[in-house]
């Protein structure tokens, strides 16, 4: 089979080939026309998902070295995302689908970080059922066992901020533009990782809390701000470094504290922050102290790609599991709910 997926949840608009597990094309537009608002303008989002769609599917189809006609199926992104964003990818996957008569399959966009695991140059081998997944992007952060494609138990999530959104609200406390999550890995291999202190949550379960870290950070900025007003500018590598490395101990605790108490060794992280190189670090460091067999995807399946929108929508081609034309776009959707949905089983 040779299947097109369709990804455009936020800012980014993606389209892939892929055949059986493997991408031909993962092309992706992506929307700098945030950056100078310090975050994603849903309205701009989507105007321009509008403007990128056309393009981006047709680059997909000629770098795969394919023709529109060969497309045994489309995926799209149904959830969850910005409404007025997946909206877009809804409506120009059905035409599509119904233009070329294929069948249409609907995705989870979080279960897709996950299972972009299953790529495959996403890893020198896949993991194997049942594994943890951290998934830590730039809306969520959650741990999931994977017991099987389609069949998963998210045992923790965030209470508040997702790990991406500490790292770009503190990044902005600090002056640096959106998304600042790369800025303050960047800027943290210049600092040192010792230099403050910051609090961390005390939550019993398997969930986050970030919102108290980055108001901790606020107010020790404006206290030192106010005694020195070159603070930031005089300790920014510093601050970065510290900051990523209670970020990361953070994630990395509950992720530590899970596998022990489930006792399983199979660990992955996917997202948009598992790019983060303290976060890879932190992973390699496991692997050897608690002989972890440790799953970190290639960069370009981290943020929002549609190669792992392909990838789904490949597993449920496989299973005969398609959409109906009447199916909506919808900005909340658990993972467990994708598993419950009302598809149309045929054989
Ligand atoms: P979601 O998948 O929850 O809908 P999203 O699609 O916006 O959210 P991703 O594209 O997966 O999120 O990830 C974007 C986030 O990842 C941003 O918050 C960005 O700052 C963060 N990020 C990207 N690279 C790094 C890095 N190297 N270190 C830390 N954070 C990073
Ligand atoms: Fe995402």
């Known amino acids: 089979s040779i299947i097109l997926g369709i990804e455009s949840s936020c800012d980014d608009t993606s389209a892939a080939i892929i055949q059986g597990n493997k991408i031909l094309s993962n092309i992706a537009a992506n929307q700098e026309i945030h950056n100078e608002y310090g975050g994603v303008v849903p309205e701009l989002a989507s105007r321009?998902?509008?403007?990128?769609?056309?393009?981006?599917?047709?680059?997909?189809?000629?770098?795969?070295?394919?023709?529109?006609?060969?497309?045994?199926?489309i995926g799209f992104t149904r959830g969850p995302g910005l409404l007025g964003s997946l909206l877009v990818g809804t409506s120009f996957a059905k035409s599509l689908a119904m233009s070329l008569n294929v069948p249409l399959i609907e995705v989870n966009h979080l279960q897709a970080h996950i299972l972009a695991h299953f790529i495959d140059d996403a890893n020198p081998t896949p993991p194997n059922f049942p594994f943890l997944c951290l998934t830590v992007s730039g809306g969520h952060t959650m741990i999931a066992v994977v017991k099987d494609y389609f069949d998963m138990e998210i045992i923790g999530k965030t209470i508040d901020d997702a790990a991406g959104e500490a790292f770009d609200k503190i990044g902005k406390i600090f002056g640096l533009d959106y998304p600042a999550g790369p800025i303050i890995d960047r800027l943290s291999k210049l600092g040192n990782k010792d230099a403050f202190q910051f609090n961390k949550p005390r939550i019993d379960n398997y969930n986050y809390s970030f919102s108290g870290i980055k108001t901790s950070v606020l107010y020790f900025i404006q206290k030192e701000v106010k005694k020195n007003p070159d603070f930031i500018k005089e300790n920014l590598n510093d601050l970065c470094a510290s900051v990523q490395k209670t970020l990361v101990e953070i994630l990395m605790n509950k992720l530590e504290k899970a596998a022990k108490e489930l006792n399983i060794n199979e660990v992955a992280i996917a997202g948009g922050v598992s790019a983060n190189s303290g976060l890879r670090e932190a992973m390699l460091i496991n692997a050897e102290k608690f002989g972890w067999n440790i799953y970190i995807p290639k960069f370009e399946y981290t943020t929002d790609n549609a190669a792992m929108i392909a990838m789904v929508a490949k597993l449920k081609f496989d299973r005969g599991e398609f959409a109906d034309l009447s199916v909506s776009a919808t900005s909340r959707y658990d993972i467990e709910e994708s598993f419950k949905k009302d598809v149309q089983i045929t054989d």
């Open 48 to 73: 321009a998902h509008q403007q990128n769609i056309i393009p981006v599917v047709q680059k997909s189809v000629s770098k795969a070295n394919i023709q529109q006609k060969d497309i045994s199926a």
